[in-house]
């Protein structure tokens, strides 16, 4: 089987591009990307050595770049994970998460309709499902809780969901979507929460908590999100959107304190800041229908899997110093 990976220098693409071959030894991978700040082509070296493995250079809202590596790799499947994703950035700049995360949902709809695909695999998240209130743990996500989003990041994502079935409907591409909860592992660009503050607490930099740090959200090791993927892909069923969460909630400050603990450091490193505006309260994902249709369990509980990345990110310091200094995109600008 052949697989586009798009996005597969970002955080979770790359981590699944090392799922497929470490678990998927007899199919090919082929990694599109634009590596833009949010990707490291520095992440890929080692599956750049992988004979199955090829990188291409491209944006998936380029409609004649899409449809030339479609033309010339004709892949069994697509998995979609290229996005602009941080939710802060897209306060500040909502128009390219339009054109990345709908018009670039759209061109490579487009692409699978007009040379055939066995599936196209939208990687989605929770936020589009808007948030839970604090005092209502009974509430979780379904998959069939209405969208409802705050930001334009979580708008953006929605709306992709809704052309992705729309496309399954209309023209019978088929498709599936995978609706996560918050991520974390190696890899992850340190402006997520959790890389930036096991970063500064390193350096012993104030960590800037939002708010009064009580936001809620769902955690998940990226390990657990790309075995998930890897099941819907390959026995989902066709058209099916699939909750996937390990029923990890923590609020930011828990997070925090826990980072430090794990450092050993005190918690007169945390500042609050004014809080994000149209912070989500809360997320909460339930993954039943993952579990019972594909068997599918999350891995790693969250106390190990937090010590496991705070040691990740110990231990590869000049991964995320070239980030820090600019240094990567050097790299980046000679892939
Ligand atoms: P990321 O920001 O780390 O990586 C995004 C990647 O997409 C980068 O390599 C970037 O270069 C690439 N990219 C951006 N625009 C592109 C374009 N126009 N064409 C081609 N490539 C482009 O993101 P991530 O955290 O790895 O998230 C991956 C996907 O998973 C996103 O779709 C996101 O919405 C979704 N998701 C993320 C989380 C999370 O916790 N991080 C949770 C649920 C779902």
């Not at 061109?107 to 499902?129: M, N, P, W």
């Not at 069923?237 to 794990?262: F, K, P, W």
Request: glycine share 8%.
């Amino acid at each position: 089987m052949k697989m586009i990976v798009t996005g597969g220098a970002g955080f979770i693409g790359a981590n699944f591009v090392y799922y497929e071959l470490r678990e998927h030894p007899e199919d090919q991978i082929v990694c599109y990307d634009a590596l833009t700040y949010a990707g490291n082509i520095a992440t890929l070296a080692e599956a750049r050595k992988s004979s199955q493995f090829t990188f291409v250079r491209g944006d998936i809202a380029d409609r004649a770049a899409v449809d030339a590596l479609f033309a010339r790799e004709k892949p069994d499947v697509v998995v979609n994970f290229a996005a602009e994703s941080h939710v802060d950035r897209s306060i500040e700049t909502p128009e390219i998460f339009l054109q990345t995360n709908i018009i670039g949902t759209s061109i490579l709809l487009d692409a699978c309709r007009k040379y055939g695909i066995k599936r196209y695999h939208q990687v989605s998240t929770d936020e589009v499902y808007g948030d839970l209130p604090l005092d209502r743990p009974d509430l979780l996500f379904t998959e069939e809780t209405p969208l409802h989003t705050s930001s334009p990041y979580s708008s953006s994502k929605a709306s992709a969901d809704l052309l992705v079935q729309a496309y399954a409907r209309t023209y019978g591409v088929p498709v599936t979507i995978s609706r996560c909860s918050n991520n974390y592992g190696a890899f992850q660009f340190p402006e997520k929460l959790i890389p930036l503050m096991v970063i500064r607490a390193m350096k012993g930099e104030q960590l800037p908590v939002y708010g009064d740090g009580k936001n809620v959200r769902d955690w998940l090791h990226v390990d657990d999100h790309c075995s998930a993927i890897d099941a819907i892909v390959r026995r989902g069923a066709e058209g099916s959107v699939y909750n996937v969460g390990g029923h990890n909630e923590r609020s930011n400050i828990d997070v925090v304190r826990t980072i430090l603990r794990v450092l050993g450091r005190g918690e007169e490193q945390i500042s609050y800041v004014t809080d994000r505006k149209g912070h989500d309260r809360r997320y909460a994902i339930d993954p039943t229908k993952i579990g019972r249709e594909l068997g599918w369990q999350p891995q790693t509980k969250f106390d190990d899997g937090i010590e496991a990345v705070v040691a990740w990110y110990r231990d590869h310091t000049s991964w995320w110093e070239d980030i820090l200094s600019g240094v990567y995109e050097k790299r980046n600008a000679e892939a």
